[in-house]
């Protein structure tokens, strides 16, 4: 005859396993589900970096003619670029923000150089030189919207 008090605890300990196991089976179902979205995500994510990249090349200021040469007409600021590179009306905004006692804003700037900053249609194309100047690291431009020089 087979111990009853065994048998209980035989009894018992799969009832422990039965357990486990659907627990475990749970835990497995979500760590593949996880897996999955992980998946879709890092495919998301290069198809969206793809894309930035392509917009950025595609952003990229196309370069001017010069003497046969392709050249930016507004330079990115490095060691062997000089200022007087930049075309004249670009030079005047950097020295007008440079005379300034402090960061300045594109209305300030325009008031400057003589830019009527009444009228939106003259102040926007000074704001986006401003802003050009920016991208290509001639100036800074704080969070507030004010523009400064660089170090």
């Known amino acids: 005859m087979l111990d009853p008090e065994l048998l209980e605890r035989i009894t018992a300990r799969r009832?422990?396993?039965d357990e486990?196991?659907?627990?475990?089976?749970?835990?497995?179902?979500e760590v593949r589900a996880e897996r999955d979205e992980l998946a879709v995500?890092?495919?998301v994510l290069?198809?969206?970096?793809?894309?930035?990249?392509?917009?950025r090349a595609s952003a990229a200021p196309a370069p001017g003619q010069?003497?046969?040469?392709?050249?930016?007409?507004?330079?990115?600021?490095?060691p062997d670029v000089e200022e007087i590179m930049l075309?004249?009306?670009?030079?005047?905004?950097?020295?007008a923000v440079r005379q300034a006692a402090g960061p300045v804003m594109a209305?300030?700037?325009?008031?400057?150089?003589?830019?009527?900053?009444?009228?939106?249609?003259?102040?926007e194309p000074l704001r986006g030189r401003l802003v050009?100047?920016?991208?290509?690291?001639?100036?800074?431009?704080?969070?507030?919207?004010?523009?400064?020089?660089?170090?």
């Open 15 to 17: 009832a422990e396993l």
């Open 20 to 29: 486990l196991e659907e627990q475990l089976t749970k835990h497995l179902a």
């Open 41 to 43: 995500a890092e495919r």
């Open 46 to 55: 290069e198809r969206v970096s793809e894309q930035l990249a392509d917009e």
């Open 66 to 78: 010069v003497g046969g040469r392709a050249v930016m007409l507004i330079p990115h600021r490095a």
């Open 87 to 95: 075309p004249p009306d670009y030079q005047r905004i950097l020295a």
């Open 107 to 123: 209305r300030q700037v325009g008031e400057m150089l003589g830019v009527d900053v009444t009228v939106r249609s003259k102040l």
């Open 132 to 151: 050009r100047l920016t991208d290509r690291g001639w100036l800074r431009k704080l969070p507030d919207g004010r523009f400064t020089t660089r170090l």
